[in-house]
């Protein structure tokens, strides 16, 4: 049997592919067959990861997706895409009686706004072949909101709804569009998000976690899995990651 969990031939742009699930991402998708466009704004951290790479599977494009111009940039150099995957994202937990335009936009602007218009950037510039597929990083955040994680739930819920229009919109050519919500993953975020709390919370969060909390290969298969024609039928869903800590 020829196994539709592979990557040949396909091509994927993956944004915030400088660290953690994006890094390993990259790994992943090349390790299948595929060939990754690692976009990000720090090249020796890009130049890093290609080199965990596939030998000849990876290209850089350094920009900045918060302005106009890095988006259009991204947009015009980028190959003709099989595959995007949206890994830039960020957390600043506060309570919302700190909130002001500052502090909402230095969440939203990074989590939704940029990878929004972003795919619209790619759309017009007719990036993505048909039977591609788009997969967004959300987190159980959306559905978990945890105190203090306003601004980071509302950006995750938004960007959900968002993959849904989009997967409708896009159809008709046969690409599909999909959300990844994972729950507490090993990676650099982890490591800030642990430096803001007590180790007594902390140890009382992941002790909600069944199968123990998440490492970025494990997020990384699912989006190989989501990238491959072994998901052909999977559109305008969200897949929960969790490790049990929704039951
Ligand atoms: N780790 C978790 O527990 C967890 C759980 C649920 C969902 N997620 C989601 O998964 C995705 C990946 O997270 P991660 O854990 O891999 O985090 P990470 O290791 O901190 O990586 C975040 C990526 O986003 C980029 N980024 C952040 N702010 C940016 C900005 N203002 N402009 C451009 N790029 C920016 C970073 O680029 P630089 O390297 O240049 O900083 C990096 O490539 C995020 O969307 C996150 O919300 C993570």
Known sequence: MITPFHLNGKTVLITGASSGIGAVAAKHISEMGGKVILHGR????????????????????????????????L?????????????????????????DQKKMDETLDI??????????????????????????????SSARPQRGASMYGSSKAAIEAFVKVLAQELSIQQIRVNAIAPAMVKTPMYDRAEALVTKEEMDNHISKY??????????????????????RWITGTTMIMDGGLLL
Request: hydrophobic share 45%.
């Open 75 to 99: 947009a015009k150099s980028t190959a003709s895409l099989d595959g995007f995957v949206n890994c830039v994202g960020t957390v600043h937990p506060f309570p919302v009686r700190f909130l």
């Open 210 to 231: 069944l199968l123990g909390v998440g490492y970025p290969e494990d997020v990384a298969n699912a989006i190989v899995f989501m990238l491959s024609p072994a998901s």
């Open 111 to 140: 989590n939704y706004e940029a990878p929004v218009l972003l795919t619209a950037e790619l759309l017009k510039n007719k990036k993505f072949n048909k039977e591609s597929s788009l997969i967004y990083l959300s987190s159980v």
């Open 42 to 73: 720090n090249l020796g951290k890009l130049e890093a990861v290609a080199e965990t790479c596939a030998e000849g599977s990876c290209r850089i494009i350094v920009s900045d997706i918060l302005t106009p111009e890095g988006r259009t940039a």
